[in-house]
């Protein structure tokens, strides 16, 4: 009765090591879309909106960390 089978794990520490880093690149994409905190709520910055870090790197960022994310749940192990 004490026969305890014991299921090998899906992941690695590798795969665990890549899921991190995925998720840090996305924590990074993360920070950059939000924005800095205006001063006065009734003004309007269009450069501080509209800058190049939120509208292109930031969501590059956070697409690339997804990519990392479904590569490291697919690597197999070696």
Not at 3 to 18: A, G, H, L, V
Not at 32 to 44: Q, Y
């Amino acid at each position: 009765m004490s026969d305890t089978k014991t299921t090998p794990s899906i992941f690695t520490k590798d795969n665990y090591m890549w899921m991190l880093g995925g998720l840090v690149v996305m924590a990074i994409g993360m920070f950059l879309l939000a924005g800095g905190k205006s001063h006065d709520p009734a003004i309007f910055n269009k450069n501080a909106v509209y800058s190049t870090t939120r509208i292109t790197i930031a969501p590059l960022l956070i697409m690339a960390g997804l990519v990392i994310e479904i590569f490291a749940i697919f690597r197999k192990p070696k």
